[in-house]
């Protein structure tokens, strides 16, 4: 694949400068959104709300992939990382709410902790760019 194939989405997050890292990367029909938390520039949302940190941090990963077109439809795996098992339910809740229609892939970890202790979820986001079969919002929603 050359370079021009891979297309790079900055978010603005600090963290992007000082990791050199991208929010999102498009190479050939694979959209993927790095670790995504409910910080927008150096603002947490939803502090000590699990449910809302996940809303925020999925809106932005999709703000992420809506850079290349593509919408909840064309995501086709997901992954949460939460700091506390009892948070399940709630990042459960805010995942179907978004993604119910769509049934991506899901992973969801329990993890020791984040750069900032008042983060209780991480996102990731893949998204497919192509046509898939049998799902009509794929490329379009």
């Known amino acids: 694949m050359t370079s021009e194939a891979v297309r790079r989405v900055q978010s603005g997050s600090p963290w992007e400068e000082t990791f050199g890292f991208a929010r999102a990367v498009a190479a050939g029909d694979m959209v993927l959104v790095a670790g ?4 927008r520039g150096s603002v947490l949302y939803g502090e000590g709300d699990p449910y ?6 999925f809106t932005s990963a999709l703000e992420a992939i809506a850079e290349f077109g593509l919408g909840p439809g064309s995501v086709v795996r997901t992954r ?23 049934r991506p892939a899901a992973t969801l970890l329990v993890v020791e902790g984040f750069v900032d202790p008042r983060i209780l979820v991480s996102v990731e986001v893949e998204a497919f760019r192509g046509h898939i079969r049998g799902h009509r919002g794929a490329v379009d929603s």
Do not use: I, N, Y
């Not at 995504?36 to 910080?39: A, I, K, N, R, V």
């Not at 809302?52 to 941090?57: D, G, L, N, T």
């Open 80 to 102: 949460m990382h939460l700091t506390h098992a009892r948070d399940v339910d709630e990042v459960g809740r805010a995942h179907k709410e978004l993604f119910d229609t769509v």
């Open 52 to 57: 809302e940190q996940a809303k925020v941090a």
């Open 36 to 39: 995504t938390t409910s910080f």
